[in-house]
């Protein structure tokens, strides 16, 4: 028995020393200071980011019901900000008011790349206006910040991209590869005319880019407890989107003499099982990536279950799953949003509908979506229809790749101590169109976002720092110089 115990400790010491070996530190620190310094005019730049937002570019929807008049009032005061731009750069409207914009290479053997932002923006929701410390299309500089609709989402970026290019033309740089710039003008409803439009010409001309990079994340603090640094998620995919319609019916008749089950019964259980078997989740893929990519800057026991995922991946995910962004990273989500039944109280409803959002994690596809709706709700009384045809996930791309590569690095130096890690975009934006027509698509905004600003995207009091404008718009330069530059070429990943 003695014996047994004996090699029971010394499985158990062993164990532990396997664990903690693994969780040392590993890889490359989050690097030092920033190294490189770009003298920007901030406030002359958060000024031109208030002329933006005060033309109200609000993409309704139906799309119908847009006023052409702000989204051309914009395409003027453009020309009018960026006259160097407009003097060096082609510009074609495409798609109705979304505009690509060609700066060409002096390489034209060079694979081009694809820069992109949008200028439409959602509508302040009816009877929150007051609730607005300065209001939504006022354009207002004040605290620090530039505050409106669309600071965060995504004129910043349609400033910053801009400014950038200014600032490379007026220093004399020349692109080697050419660089394409695209800015949509209907991502908020879908990007149907504008991205969509800029992509299938893109592909007419047999264009082929080596990567794109569009919204998606920003640089974000305190994304997990007890993480000391900074983290520029540049997201490697978006998830997919898919709404199903479960029905069930019924004999109908007067609700005094009802069946067993009626028509909302059944439904009701059918849902009820769907949401208590969620589609499985999972620490794999660029989850796992993105994990190890934090792992060294996590408090110790954090540190110590993501280094050894082997034993504690279960764990992870069941920790992660238990919160709702978490949950929406590690798996697909169901989520049951709406029902209809009987017109009356008193009257048996023929037929029940529930309808089923899903967000598609890359790993399922919509066929694995309908097949584990089929087999969890296991009643063939409950039909399930698609109104309309989803979306996939997009493909994940690449992090072993030369953009990647370049965007982490362009990150670094002008930020400083940061962890770039490859992440997930949850909602749906315009990277759906330009993959199409780039090797890898990337889905990142390169300002930093404080976590309480997070809740002005689509809400209130929508802000954007200057300071934080700033170094986006710096990343932007700095990474045009590495990507399109004649200068040295980007370093080796990074472990
Ligand atoms: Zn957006």
Known sequence: MKRVLVGL??????????????????????????????????????????????????????????DPKPFEDFLVWME????????????ERVGGSSLLYTWPGTDPDAAPVLLAAHYDVVPVNPGSESAWTYPPFAGTIADGYVWGRGALDDKNAVVALLEAVTVLIESGFRPERTVYLAFGHDEEIGGQEGARAIAERLESRGVRAAWSLDEGSYVVEGVLPGLDVPVASVNVAEKGYLTLELVARGEGGHSSMPPPETAVGILAVAIARLQDEPMPSGIDGLTAEFLDAL??????????AVANRWLFGGLIASQLGGIGPGNALVRTTTAP??????????????????????????????????????????DPRVEVRMPRPGNEASKVSRTDSEGFRSIARAVREVYG?????????????????????????????????????????????ERMGIEELALGTRVYIRLLQIAAGAADAPDAPEA
Do not use: Q, W
């Open 9 to 66: 400790g010394v499985l158990f010491a062993l164990l532990l020393a396997i664990l903690v070996i693994r969780a040392l530190p590993t890889g490359a620190p989050a690097a030092g200071g920033a190294t490189v310094e770009i003298p920007l005019d901030e406030p002359a730049i958060a000024g031109r980011l208030a002329e933006a937002i005060r033309i109200p570019t609000v993409s309704p929807a139906p799309p119908a019901e847009r």
């Open 337 to 378: 949003t709406m029902l209809t039944g009987s017109i009356k109280e008193n009257v048996l409803p023929t037929e029940a509908v529930g309808t089923v959002n899903f967000r598609l994690h890359p790993r399922d596809s919509i066929a694995d979506v309908l097949a584990h709706v089929e087999r969890v709700v296991d």
């Open 295 to 304: 792992a060294g800057h996590l408090p110790f026991p954090l540190r110590l």
């Open 80 to 91: 009018g900000a960026y006259p160097v731009l407009h003097a060096t750069l082609s510009r």
């Open 417 to 461: 101590p940061i962890v770039v890690a490859p992440g997930l975009t949850l909602g749906g934006t315009d990277s759906r169109h330009y993959g199409r027509v780039a090797v890898d698509a990337y889905r990142f905004n390169p300002m930093r976002v404080a976590g309480g600003d997070v809740a002005g995207f689509h809400g209130t009091d």
